[in-house]
Structure formats: structure tokens, C-alpha cells
């Protein structure tokens, strides 16, 4: 009876489903990780153009793929697995997009672009525009090189006022020579207008005409009035010393 038992325990226990302990295959793995349990971080997309085109010598990938290449490619399409396994990483799983590149000093990043994978200048970043570029100073003014980055495109932030720009005072003249002078002060810029009292001197006998200091033409008419030193005395006159500054020049005078 006891053997019978025993029996009935043994056919039970080999006619269960799979295959008895004793006889299964130790060596079973877990199939390997893929790139979906990875998570990119910011900066970076899953998929994208691949590193390694994983058709390409597949039919010797043991021999022929580097051990780069088999991780990639079993992480990515499950194929040339390495036998001791591999951990997933950004440079496996992940793609760089143009939110991971930084625009240089006058450019902006396009916001349209940020997850594109195609990372370099002329896909990430648009040239900001400058005031060398995009600006045209006015009349009297010059470019003012040190803000050709300025954001606010004006006269205020890419000009500088010049002399010619400036308007001198009554008494003065415009200094042509100093028209591009970025220096702008009455100093720079203007000359005092000649006048009759600086520029010009009366020969003898006549005397400065103070009303006439700023004459438009420097001669003795404009600039000067007549003494009676240039008066000669009819016959039976006598000039008067002490009348001879006068420039009431007459024969009463």
C-alpha cells in the first residue's frame, strides 16, 4: 500500500504543467533593460537619428560590433545584447535637442526648435538683431559700436550725437572740421564768431564802431567810424585837440 502511495504521488507530481525543478534550465536570465524604462533628462529626447545603423553587420555581430555598438543596439532595436549585460545612460538612450544648447552672445534660441535633434547654430539659435544690422542713424549722428548687441533698437541705444548735431550760440560759429566729433560740447563743436572788436583793427584816425562788433564783413566801414583826425580843417580853421577822438567829424566838431 505504501508503495502504491508513493506511486500515485510521483505519476501526480510529473504530470504537472512545466517542466520538474531538477530539470529546468539554471542558467534563464531576464531579458535585457531597454531604453523605455530609462528617462531622458531635460535637454534630451528618447529615439531620434541613431549612432549606429544596427542592420549593419548584424549577421557577425559578435565579432564585428564594438561593445558601444551592442549596447546601443540592444537598447534601442533589442539586437546584439551583450552576455554580461550593460546600464542605461543619456548617450545610450537619448538624443541631445537644441534645449541643451547654449546660444552664444547675440543669438537667441528659436523656441520652435527646442526639441528638434539636429543640434548646431543655424537649427537652434537666430542672430538678434543689432544696431550695425538692423539700424540707421540719422543725420547728425553716428553708430555707436559698443552697443551694436543693443535689444532696444533706437537712436538712444545705437547712435551717438556728433557736431553736426549740435546748434551753436548766438556769437558763434560751427567748427567744420569737428562735425563728426562725438565729443559734443559749445567747447568741441563751435568757435567764437569773428567780430570787429577781436578780429579787426582800425588803422589811425578812425575808432572802433562798438555797434558794429559783429559786422558781416570785417573792413573800416563796417567796423570802424572816422576821427576828426581824418579831417582836414578848411582854410582859417584850426583843428581842436582835444576834439580829435570825436567821430562827430564835421567842420563844428
Known amino acids: 500500500l505504501l508503495l502504491l502511495a508513493l506511486g500515485g504521488v510521483l505519476i501526480w507530481w510529473l504530470t504537472q504543467p512545466g517542466e520538474p525543478p531538477a530539470r529546468r534550465d539554471k542558467s534563464t536570465t531576464l531579458p535585457p533593460p531597454t531604453c ?11 529615439g531620434g537619428h541613431g549612432y549606429f545603423d544596427c542592420d549593419a553587420g548584424f549577421s557577425n555581430w559578435k565579432a564585428g560590433w564594438s561593445e ?4 546601443w543596439c540592444c ?3 533589442g539586437k546584439g ?3 554580461f549585460g550593460f ?3 543619456v548617450h545610450t538612450c537619448c538624443e541631445p535637442t537644441c534645449a541643451s544648447l547654449h546660444c552664444p552672445h547675440g543669438y537667441h534660441e528659436l523656441a520652435s526648435a527646442l526639441s528638434i535633434t539636429i543640434v548646431n547654430m543655424d537649427t537652434c539659435c537666430k542672430k538678434l538683431p543689432t544696431c550695425g544690422t538692423s539700424f540707421s542713424c540719422p543725420s547728425g549722428y553716428v553708430e555707436y559700436h559698443s552697443h551694436f548687441g543693443a535689444t532696444s533698437l533706437s537712436v538712444e541705444e545705437c547712435c551717438r550725437p556728433t557736431c553736426a548735431s549740435y546748434t551753436c550760440h548766438h556769437g558763434y560759429l560751427e567748427r567744420a572740421s569737428e562735425y563728426s566729433d562725438t565729443e559734443v560740447s559749445l ?3 563751435c568757435k567764437r564768431e569773428p567780430t570787429c572788436g577781436t578780429s579787426f583793427t582800425c588803422p589811425g584816425g578812425y575808432a572802433p564802431y562798438h555797434s558794429h562788433f ?3 564783413f570785417l573792413n573800416i566801414e563796417e567796423c570802424c567810424r572816422p576821427t576828426c583826425l581824418t579831417y582836414e580843417c578848411p582854410h582859417g580853421y584850426l583843428g581842436r585837440p582835444d576834439e580829435m577822438s570825436s567821430t ?3 567842420r563844428e566838431a
Not at 530609462?38 to 529626447?45: I, K, L, R, V
Not at 558601444?68 to 549596447?71: E, I, P, Q, R
Request: hydrophobic content about 25%; overall charge negative; glycine content about 4%.
Open 87 to 89: 546600464e542605461l545612460s
Open 81 to 83: 545584447c551583450p552576455e
Open 214 to 216: 559783429r559786422a558781416e
Open 187 to 189: 567747447e568741441t563743436c
Open 36 to 46: 523605455e524604462l530609462f528617462t531622458c533628462p531635460p535637454g534630451y529626447a528618447t
Open 75 to 77: 537598447a534601442r532595436e
Open 248 to 250: 562827430m567829424v564835421s
Open 68 to 71: 558601444s555598438k551592442k549596447t
